[in-house]
């Protein structure tokens, strides 16, 4: 059975650092992408960051936002450098074949709030 759950979220101020986990079971980084997903109140899903068995990665500000994966451990994360109020929603993260919104397999998300 797969599995993702996400973790690590919370109450943070405009400027500051966040680092997002997501433990996966149930299959193999190989072969798979990993992604974050995040949606605001209101607000659609919104694609943040991907990464493949390869090494390749997508990112919609790659300034702010790093994506990697501990295959060992089998844990992803998404560190969350100078957050700002548009940054908050919940994050998810999924797993499938390729970098896209549709992913195979979804986990729970974690909250992140951010105060000005």
């Known amino acids: 059975e797969v599995q993702l759950q996400a973790s690590g979220g919370g109450s943070v101020q405009a400027g500051e650092s966040l680092r997002l986990s997501c433990a996966f079971s149930?299959?193999?980084?190989?072969?798979?992408?990993i992604g974050w997903i995040r949606q605001a109140p209101g607000k659609g899903r919104e694609g943040v960051a991907c990464?493949?068995?390869?090494?390749r990665t997508e990112n919609i500000d790659a300034r702010r936002f790093i994506i990697s994966v501990d295959d060992a451990q089998n844990t992803a994360y998404l560190q969350l450098d100078n957050v700002q109020p548009d940054d908050a929603g919940v994050y998810t993260c999924?797993?499938?074949?390729?970098?896209?919104?549709?992913?195979?397999?979804w986990g729970a998300g974690t909250l992140v709030t951010v105060s000005s």
């Open positions: 999924a797993a499938g074949e390729i970098c896209v919104l549709d992913y195979m397999y």
């Open positions: 990464t493949d068995y390869l090494g």
């Open positions: 149930g299959f193999t980084f190989e072969r798979h992408s």
